[in-house]
């Protein structure tokens, strides 16, 4: 079975064989220095940490509406996937941590525009 990726610089479409992808991305999620193996779901523990530090800081009046609307009651983990590197000798891939609806990318937001 394949599936097709994109190519990281460029519009170029590449077709990968699916059990050659999942293997290439299992070799890298096993490098210990990079990532750790969790063991359980933290994302709720993280939202209501989120939401009780923005609940006190806007009782505090250190924020504002806009910074308190921030507060998520919903969020996933960050997704992992790799764009095969078609220009070097053995295709490696970039590994691309995405963090888009994740809690940790609303408390960037939330650490970026204010400062303490």
Known sequence: MNCLSRRLNGNV???LNRADYVHEMEVNL????????????????????LRNT?????????IDNTLYRLNITDGNFARIYGLPKIHKPG??????VSAINSPR??????????SW
């Open 54 to 62: 923005l609940v006190r800081r806007k009782n505090m009046d250190y």
């Open 30 to 49: 096993l490098d210990t220095n990079t990532y750790q193996r969790i063991t359980r779901d933290s994302t709720k523990k993280l939202i209501n940490d």
């Open 91 to 96: 295709n490696p891939f970039r590994v691309i």
């Open 13 to 15: 479409t590449v077709v």
């Open 105 to 114: 990318r609303f408390l960037s937001f939330f650490a970026q525009y204010h």
